[in-house]
């Protein structure tokens, strides 16, 4: 019998879902059809039931649902293909649906689902259509969920396409989907995908509810640099994630120190987790840590940076306590609180050979939190999410300000603070709100959502909405404005550390960007209490300090009028990049393994 339909059939460590998938393959009332299962590099045993129809390809490492989608349409001919991932289900009459669908003409069918996937574009599931010579985009050149850019979309410009009307299969909603691992709203992201298929290189990313990297592009400049190990250079075993600002480690590789990643599985969005795309950090295989931990025997283990790492950075000490340790924290103990979790981190800061903080108040904190149990002398401080200082190394662009004469300030990643009264109160007062990298994600994160287009339509012209900007384009793009805003919170603790929230202690990652570009900060004046940006924006004169939106406009048209703050965060900016303070890291380090 000839097959009229060739079935795709994708399968990435979801093994304990195929057999439901291939069962709905094998009652379909449509039998003429043959199928391709490929294996795309599970850790898992995968098998098939023994059908002339069916076969299994397996490749030994993750390449991508465009490659696996590839791979299955080379080895099948059928005129028309379809598709079942193998966490999904067809009803008996799936395949015969689509099929009478496109023997009217159409070059693609959809069928419906019971529940709505909530994306713009059909999923794999729905969809039936004519074999055409369109390939899948392949991970080299992007991975998005988008599926219309990864292929419906060039399918669908060879003819007609068009709906059965009919529910005949079912898109399972898991953890573990592929789009889950995308999607912002879905606590996916590039580094959640990263770490999920184990990408050994960068990536072109997007995201239908979020933006697009292009990490080859952006970190082409490390990659292709050679990094020679010094005779008395340290092995440091990097154990964690690396937030924001993930290059900043081979400040540590230019100085001839031999770096590996351990990493953290638990990453969310931005916290960044190996394999690292800049290159030159090898990766441990986190399934086998202590045996390879044990074989590396690192000179010293380097363990980061925020909350999410701490469980994991707590086992790697607890399994080899005699490595020199230095944990290095950012952020933010009431969120290990919060999770049960402050005994792990109150162990670590207590047992490490040494600790680094992002503030004076955050270690000043942990003394309070801790005393009894920890040395104050065992705290230093280092924000361990600066930037590399290369990204410094741009030309800065015209200010808009000096055509329009109105000034104009920067929000880089979520509006904290913001809302929609406040906006509108300074655009009455003549003041633009350039708006970065907005993503429609979960919390606070995706809070703008809820105020933005009302915000654009009663000050047109005064509210901006850009896309996210990259550490390439900082000073390029960030360079066009007056100013930047940092977090705008009331602080209560007046001035006693025991009641410090997490905006007290922290150094905001966008504080160092701005300053890349040359801006002065945007901070509301917490007078009484102790604020660590605060603190360090008097000292470095970087300030623009207001309580009102009428102090906002009046301190940007002073800046306008004598640019002050741009000289001061001109002068900063070398201070607040991770390379100089490099070599202090390097000597903590070896003060450890002495």
């Known amino acids: 019998m000839t097959a009229r339909v060739a079935v795709l059939v994708p399968v990435h460590d979801q093994a304990a879902f195929l057999p439901r998938a ?16 490929v294996d795309d590099g599970s850790r898992e045993p995968v098998a098939v039931p023994a059908d002339p129809r069916l076969r299994l390809v397996r490749t030994a490492d993750n390449r991508g649902l465009g490659a696996a989608l590839n791979t299955a349409l080379d080895g099948t001919a059928a005129p028309v293909v379809a598709y079942l991932p193998a966490d999904d289900v067809w009803f008996p009459a799936h395949l015969a649906t689509l099929l009478a669908a496109l023997d009217g003409g159409a070059v693609l069918a959809r069928a419906d689902l019971a529940q709505p996937a909530d994306t713009p574009y059909a999923q794999l599931v729905q969809v039936a259509h004519r074999r055409t010579a369109d390939r899948w985009t392949e991970r080299a050149e992007l991975e998005t969920d988008d599926l219309d850019r990864l292929m419906w979309a060039r399918v669908a410009a060879r003819g007609t396409t068009t709906g059965t009307g ?96 351990l990493w953290t599985d638990q990453a969310l969005g931005d916290a960044t987790v190996g394999p690292l795309p800049f290159g030159h950090v090898p990766d441990l295989d986190r ?197 930047g805003w940092l977090h705008r919170f009331d602080s209560a603790n007046g001035g006693d550390l025991r009641r410090a929230g997490w905006d007290d202690l922290n150094s905001p990652a966008r504080l160092p960007v701005l300053l890349a570009a040359g801006l002065p900060l945007l901070q509301q004046a917490n007078p009484g209490s102790l604020v660590s940006v605060e603190r360090v924006l008097r000292a470095d004169g970087t300030g623009l300090f207001y309580r009102s939106a009428d102090d906002v406009a009046a301190a940007l048209h002073g800046e306008l009028a004598t640019r002050s703050g741009h000289a001061a965060a001109t002068a900063a900016r070398e201070r607040h990049v991770f390379d100089a303070h490099a070599d202090r890291l390097v000597d903590l380090f070896r003060s450890v393994t002495r």
């Open 287 to 483: 399934d086998r840590w202590r045996e390879e931990v044990a074989a590396l025997s690192p000179d010293v283990v380097w363990a980061q940076l925020n909350w999410r790492a701490v469980p994991f950075a707590h086992a790697v000490r607890a399994a080899f306590p005699d490595l020199p340790f230095v944990w290095h924290f950012k952020e933010a103990p009431q969120r290990s609180v919060v999770r049960g979790e402050w005994p792990l981190l109150a162990d670590l800061v207590c047992g490490a050979d040494a600790v680094l903080l992002a503030t004076e108040e955050e270690r000043d904190w942990f003394a309070l939190a801790l005393s009894g149990r920890v040395d104050p002398a065992r705290l230093g401080v280092l924000d361990g999410d600066l930037p590399k200082r290369d990204w410094l190394d741009a030309p800065r662009s015209p200010r808009l300000s000096d055509a329009d004469g109105q000034p104009h300030a920067a929000v880089v990643g979520r509006p904290s603070g913001l809302d929609l009264d406040w906006v509108l109160a300074l655009a009455d007062r003549g003041v633009h709100t350039h708006l970065y990298g907005q993503v429609r994600a979960p919390g606070p994160t995706g809070s703008w959502t809820g105020w933005l287009d009302e915000a654009l339509a009663r000050a047109p012209g005064f509210v901006h909405v850009h896309r996210a900007v990259g550490p390439e384009d900082w000073v390029r793009e960030l360079s066009r404005h007056d100013a």
């Open 166 to 261: 009919r529910v005949t299969c079912s898109w399972t909603r898991h953890p573990g989907q592929r789009s889950r691992a995308i999607r912002e709203s879905a606590d996916g992201g590039l580094n959640v995908f990263r770490t999920r298929y184990r990408v050994p290189g960068p990536l072109r990313f997007a995201s239908t509810d979020g933006g697009g990297t292009d990490e080859v592009a952006r970190y082409a400049r490390f990659r292709e640099r050679a990094y020679p190990p010094s005779p008395d250079g340290l092995r440091v075993l990097v154990v964690g994630e690396l937030a924001f600002n993930p290059e900043r480690v081979l400040a540590l590789a230019e100085r001839g120190h031999a770096l590996t990643g």
């Open 22 to 37: 291939l069962e709905s393959l094998l009652a379909q009332e449509e039998t003429a059809w043959e199928a391709v299962v």
